[in-house]
């Protein structure tokens, strides 16, 4: 029975998605749309070729780091909210590296692009976990801010040492094709980031779960007291983990850059921080989850751009739609925490009815 | 409506109050009647403070009922209880401190937004109530240039105001001199002449008997006891405060005595660390723990027990004075250091402090070592080991779980402590620090914790017990020593203890006075 409810109340993260898409429905009806038919022409449209297919995974790999970045540090009871910025440090990172470094033969670069990328977005990351540590600082608003501070450097950074060679656009130039990430099928978008995103998300799942830096982690996040009663240092952990939930955000600049753009637009993608908020929800922040939940958003972005320019919806209507979903998997959070709390409650009262009797 | 009741203000019956992971209020009852002073006794923690918050509407009942004046209320916010003139007086005061008196009065009192408000009107009011009471206080004076006692008044003169006739007061003698505490106390009996009620929540035995018509005990969340005054005495009060009858405790546990008495295992020499609000919460302590015994403290609760025992475990910082196990100087020691050094720790709160509810029975065991081997091995965790020793403790212990994999958090409360229990003494080479270690517990599980302290202790470890419960220390304990105001007022021989003396020293009370 209450195994039964477990099951019931982690499948939660499901029904919130239908209910944002019954919501999404209803606005449609609105619209004088019938939402059955864009549905269909989303999912049609999504796995309509191998092309469609290939791009719902080039589109979920940074999703799924930015998610697996908000995942991690939520496991330590830890709010990163902070991914946009690490990310765009990535990019920087990434694309600085690609832009100077392309003498280098490519296995040399593109591990150089990689490794700069995790480092760099591990670094502005860790500050916030550092402030925290260090002057019990809110990870919460540090890491919302922090995000600011990275858009002004990069736009200071693409404005002025990095604008493309003509000097027009607030981008940087094509990187040279010796810093491309290979691609997984030829002719898609599909590049071989998406391995390493499915083996960022093992990493996530061993450390976790297999090491004592993972015990740590979880000791922090479900019980601070009891993990400072037992001795184990939280300042080191908030470090620690800020440093590899930022580097995840990092990696993500990584194959964006590398992988998709083969450049540096100034503000591009300027949504990927929050989605991956939703996403590691929706995922209930394991790893798998946020595997599975970033390819849903990745096929609602294919499916819903395709679907959009054969009805008469407009396609910032995809916008309202992820939003839709967003909000009610994260309303659906807090309601499945009052469940938990409810039931709790039920529990701790028939215990002592029977401590009474 | 019977006679009886017609005099009864306020009425609330079964009131149950759940915060997570606790019943803070089990299926209350409690009335107030007109022209009354109640007391409301019991240790920290024991819900006064609760029930009272739930009276003011500040929290929500999660079962029972209220009735003012025989009609049953919804309190839903201090707003619905001061319009049925239900006043609390915080122990912490809810004043603008940059505010004028008349402007802190005032505020939240207007309510009605059509009609004017005038400063000097309402000046003048307070002025008149203030008369009335014996409250005067100048109504234009800034709040934070007030001394204490005066801002305890601005907070009174800010219930009456609002037509308080119950008046709910969380410690208001906490912050006061004895000279101020008479003042309140007269103007509490002024108040109670007019008719009026004041529920008067405290754990000062003096004062309550002072000052209160009828006093109930809380522990645990449950009503204790009810007593009118007449009939209570401080010791029987102080019983009924901390457990059991002190005379009925049969001294249990045959001292083996074989201490050796030469070099203490732990030796707290003039400790002084400070508390939350930056007082002397411990406050040069001199304490001697030997090999094979058990030390109990005694104490009522808030005498700086929490203070001595997280300074011990490196939580938190010691201002002065030593601390050292077996000589190794233990003073501001990180708590990763003192736990390899052989000192286990059974905290007084296990689902706060002792236990991650949501992790596994096992994981639980190795919380102090699973970063060492066999349990893990170059930062990766051996689950095998894991499983073979949590299994074996799990049996030799007689934990009941489904499997070694629950999550804690569905074990009893009694088979939660012996996690904590089996985890600690594990821990624990040299000295065992146990805390409340029976807190909540049922008979059978209580019995089995005294068993495994003895146990302990006939392994030749130090064993530190503190506890509230008095019949639990004089059980346990080979010498007992009475913590008052952070100080140790008198170690005691089992063999030469006298209960009254002990009582009367947790009240502070030395035989000296």
């Known amino acids: 029975m209450r195994s039964d409810r477990h099951i019931l109340l982690t499948l939660f993260p499901v029904y919130s998605v239908i209910v944002g898409l019954f919501l999404s429905g209803l606005m449609m009806l609105f619209l004088g749309q019938n939402p059955l038919i864009v549905y269909r022409d989303i999912l049609v449209f999504a796995f309509r070729d191998i092309y469609n297919i290939a791009d719902i995974f080039a589109k979920a790999v940074p999703l799924i780091f930015t998610g697996l970045a908000f995942g991690f540090a939520y496991r330590a009871s830890l709010f990163n909210i902070g991914a946009q910025g690490q990310f765009y440090m990535g990019c920087l990172a990434s694309v600085s590296c690609s832009l100077y470094l392309s003498f280098l033969p490519k296995p040399l670069l593109l591990s150089i692009c990689l490794l700069s990328s995790l480092i760099i977005g ?202 839709f979903v967003m909000l009610s998997v994260i309303i659906s959070y807090f309601v499945r925490q009052r469940i938990m709390s409810m039931l709790e409650k039920r529990r701790l009262q028939e215990e002592s009815k029977v401590k009474a009797l | 409506m019977s006679l009886e009741d017609r005099d009864i203000v306020v009425k609330m019956t079964g009131i149950t109050k759940y915060f997570p992971g606790v019943l803070a209020l089990d299926n209350v009852d409690l009335s107030i009647k007109k022209g009354e002073v109640l007391a409301l006794l019991g240790e920290n923690g024991a819900g006064k403070s609760t029930l009272m918050r739930i009276l003011y509407g500040m929290y929500r009942p999660d079962g029972g009922q209220i009735k003012v004046n025989g009609q049953v209320v919804n309190v839903g916010s201090p707003k619905d209880a001061m319009e049925l003139g239900i006043g609390m007086i915080h122990q912490h005061f809810t004043l603008v401190p940059v505010h004028s008196v008349v402007e802190n009065v005032a505020l939240g009192a207007i309510t009605d937004p059509k009609r004017s408000f005038s400063m000097e009107e309402t000046a003048n009011e307070i002025e008149k109530l203030g008369q009335t009471y014996g409250l005067e206080v100048d109504p234009f004076a800034i709040v934070n240039q007030l001394p204490v006692e005066m801002q305890q008044r601005v907070e009174i003169l800010k219930a009456l105001y609002r037509g308080a006739r119950v008046l709910i007061m969380d410690e208001p003698t906490a912050v006061l001199t004895p000279q101020s505490t008479e003042m309140l106390f007269n103007f509490i009996r002024d108040f109670r002449k007019a008719g009026n009620s004041v529920i008067f929540i405290s754990h000062k035995l003096n004062e309550v008997m002072e000052i209160a018509d009828r006093i109930v005990v809380l522990r645990s969340g449950r009503v204790i006891g009810e007593i009118p005054r007449e009939k209570a005495s401080e010791q029987e009060l102080a019983q009924m405060m901390v457990g059991h009858e002190l005379g009925e405790i049969k001294l249990r546990a045959e001292s083996q005595a074989v201490v050796s008495k030469a070099e203490p295992i732990l030796r707290i020499e003039n400790l002084k660390v400070k508390g939350n609000l930056g007082h002397w919460a411990v406050d040069s302590l001199d304490l001697e723990i030997f090999a094979g015994e058990i030390h109990g403290i005694a104490g009522v609760s808030g005498n700086g027990q929490d203070e001595l025992t997280e300074a011990l475990y490196g939580l938190r910082p010691v201002s002065e004075g030593s601390i050292s196990l077996k000589g190794t100087p233990l003073t501001n020691c990180k708590t990763r250091d003192i736990i390899d050094l052989g000192v286990g720790y059974i905290p007084a709160d296990r689902h706060r402090e002792g236990l991650v509810l949501d992790m596994s029975v096992e994981e639980n065991l190795v919380l102090k070592g699973f970063d060492l081997s066999p349990f893990s091995q170059k930062g990766i965790l051996q689950e095998g080991s894991i499983r073979q020793y949590a299994t074996q403790v799990i049996e030799s212990y007689a934990i009941k779980t489904p499997t070694p994999d629950t999550p804690v958090r569905y074990l009893s409360g009694g088979n939660q402590q012996k996690i904590v229990i089996a985890r600690e003494v594990a821990v624990a080479k040299y000295l065992l620090i146990a805390a409340q270690p029976t807190r909540g517990l049922d008979i059978g599980s209580t019995d089995y914790v005294h068993q495994m302290l003895l146990r302990a202790r006939n392994e030749g470890k130090g064993v530190l017990l503190i506890s509230t419960e008095l019949s639990e220390i004089l059980s346990l304990s080979d010498r007992i020593s009475v913590i008052y105001r952070g100080r140790i007022l008198k170690t005691i021989d089992r063999r030469d203890v006298n209960i009254d003396e002990i009582g009367l020293l947790m009240m502070g009370v030395t035989s000296e006075q």
């Open chain 1, 122 to 323: 591990g670094l502005w990351g860790s500050l916030i976990g550092y402030a925290k540590a260090r002057f019990n600082a809110n990870e919460f608003l540090l890491s919302l801010m922090s995000t600011y501070v990275a858009i002004a450097i990069m736009n200071f950074l693409i404005r002025g040492p990095l604008i493309e060679a003509k000097g027009e656009y607030p981008q940087t130039d094509v990187i040279a094709q010796s810093a491309w990430i290979p691609l997984l099928i030829p002719h898609t978008r599909m590049h071989m980031g998406l391995i390493l995103a499915l083996l960022v998300a093992a990493a996530v799942y061993f450390i976790l779960w297999k090491t004592t830096l993972g015990y740590k982690i979880r000791a922090v996040g479900m019980n601070r007291n009891a993990a400072r009663f037992a001795g184990i240092d939280e300042k080191k952990i908030f470090v620690s983990v800020f440093f590899i939930s930022g580097a995840f955000a990092g990696l993500a600049g990584f194959t964006e850059v590398n992988g998709i753009q083969h450049m540096l637009v100034q503000g591009f993608n300027p949504m990927i921080g929050t989605e991956g908020i939703g996403i590691a929800i929706l995922g209930n922040t394991h790893p798998f989850g946020i595997v599975m939940s970033a390819l849903l958003f990745g096929a609602l972005k294919v499916g819903g751009a395709l679907a959009v320019q054969v009805s008469n919806i407009s396609s910032s209507f995809l916008g309202i739609m992820e939003g």
